[in-house]
Nanobody, 123 residues
């Protein structure tokens, strides 16, 4: 297990950008795959992006494709999610999650979760 803390959420207008951070604890964080998910009340968590331990394998969901960039700095134990051209439908609580194997798009595959950070996009 690893402890995760998200930051960087906030309120922006349509078309704006945000960079979310996910900081992990422990010297082994660099060996974990990380996924970003988002959730709105009453809905299941939706996959947004994922990255493998080395940063060489990244994926963004179709809903954010072309507006999403995920990367990591293992020296800082941090994974970043850059979101551009934000839309009101991007409004949600964003969570990062970690697992010790390869990244997947399924929330149930991840064992460690952060507390979430709210992103609100106004029109």
């Amino acid at each position: 297990q690893v402890q995760l803390v998200e930051s960087g959420g906030g309120s922006v207008q349509t078309g704006g950008s945000l960079k979310l951070s996910c900081e992990g604890s422990g010297r082994t964080f660099g060996s974990f795959a990380v996924g970003w998910f988002r959730q709105i009340p009453g809905s299941e968590r939706e996959f947004v992006a994922s990255i493998n331990w080395s940063g060489t394998d990244t994926k963004c969901s179709e809903s954010v494709e072309g507006r999403c960039s995920i990367y990591r700095d293992n020296a800082k134990n941090t994974v970043y999610l850059q979101m551009n051209s934000l839309k009101p439908e991007d409004t949600a609580v964003y969570y990062c999650a970690a697992r010790s194997l390869w990244p997947t798009v399924n929330a149930d595959d991840y064992g460690s979760w952060g507390q979430g950070t709210q992103v609100t996009v106004s029109s």
